[in-house]
Structure formats: C-alpha cells, structure tokens
C-alpha cells in the first residue's frame, strides 16, 4: 500500500528540472507572442516605397530643369538663317544701311537688340556725307525705325557726330545725331557702299585703269 502511494506522487510531480524549465520557458514565450500580438512595431521601408520616392522626386526635378533651360536658351541672341542685309529689308529698311563685307550679326527677335560685325573698320562717302562704321555697330530694331544705334558716325564740317537713330517714312530716311535729324530718299540705299569707294567703285577703277593706260603711253613714247 505504501509503495503504490509512493509510485503515484512520484508520477504526478515534474520528473527533473529540464521539464519544470522547459514548462517556464514555454509560458514565458507565450507571453511574449501576446505582446507582440498587441503592439504595431515599425515596418522597414519596401523597395516599392523607395521606387514611389524616386519617381516623385524626378517629377518635381523635371519642371525646374526645363525652366533653367528654358531662361537660359532666351537670354542668348539668335542667329538666324538670313543675311544682315535681308534682316534689315524684313524690318521695312533699305540693305544699303550697311556696306558691303558683313561677316555675321546677331538679333534677339523678341527686343530687337542686334550687333552686326566687319572685318575692320569702313569709310565712304554717299550723297555728299561721309560715313564711317566701327568694326561692331549695334542697335534695337523695329519696324521702320531703329534706335539706341553704335558704331556709325557722319562728318558735318569738321567735326563727326554719332548717328543714334533711323527712322522710316514712305520714300524717305531720316538719320539722327540728337537733336538734328537729316532726310534721304530711300532709293540711295538700294544697294550697299563699299568700303573706301562707296558708289564710286566702277569710276574710280575706270579712273584707275586710264591712269596706268597713260602711264603705259608715256613710256612707250619715251622709247
């Protein structure tokens, strides 16, 4: 009777520690997968996430590097296609403005700012005025007029003024120093001056041609 009550305690207490610390350790991890259950940790951020911010971000970069090329690009001059002197005829002028050898120009179409280039400076004399360009004249152009101009200077007696602005009337040009403004019909200006010669390039060769053929007489009368 003993011994049976003995073998009965012996089954119902936890046989060796492992047990009884296996039992405590699976209690302690249910209680901590019920706390983990209750709380909402932080999830780490997902590839999608990261793809979302990189494609917000160039779309925001996007509008503002077309707008730094955008005032970039317009605060540049625009070479166009046409020659300087078919600029000047599209804005109701004459070619015969300038003289002959322009090398290149530029003009902002939207100000009509422009500066026009010759290899040198230029010298002429047309209608009784003499005439002389800097190797850069410059200008704001528009539609029969053009004004804030450089680089182009009349004689008048001894001494030699800027012209500042040209303006167009029907046949007639008008040509400022200031205060004092001179009228020219247009039709001197059809063609443009060459420098040195202005119109007078085929009299003056012409005149060349008999001075070297009198020349060329007189030696031969020498012999």
């Not at 209690?27 to 997968?33: E, P, T, V, W």
């Amino acid at each position: 009777m003993v011994m049976w009550i003995l073998r009965n305690i012996i089954t119902t207490f936890p046989q060796d520690k492992t047990q009884a610390v296996g039992t405590k350790n699976q209690i302690s991890s249910n209680q901590l997968y019920k706390y983990s259950s209750t709380s909402q940790p932080t999830k780490p951020p997902t590839t999608q996430s990261h793809s979302k911010s990189t494609t917000l971000t160039f779309q925001m970069s996007l509008p503002l590097t077309l707008i730094s090329i955008f005032l970039l690009s317009s605060s540049l001059p625009i070479i166009t296609s046409l020659t300087a002197y078919e600029a000047l005829e599209s804005y109701g002028f004459p070619a015969g403005l300038l003289p002959v050898g322009v090398t290149r120009y530029t003009l902002d179409e939207e100000t009509g700012k422009f500066e026009a280039y010759l290899p040198d400076t230029c010298s002429y004399t047309v209608q009784g005025y003499n005439l002389k360009y800097k190797s850069t004249i410059s200008g704001v152009i528009s539609q029969d007029k053009i004004t804030s101009l450089k680089g182009i200077s009349v004689k008048v007696l001894f001494f030699w003024l800027d012209i500042v602005e040209v303006s167009r009337d029907g046949d007639e040009l008008y040509l400022s120093v200031g205060i004092v403004s001179a009228g020219f019909d247009i039709s001197g200006f059809v063609e443009s001056p060459q420098c040195g010669c202005g119109f007078d390039c085929n009299e003056l060769l012409g005149k060349i041609k008999e001075d070297e053929s009198d020349k060329i007489m007189g030696l031969r009368s020498g012999l």
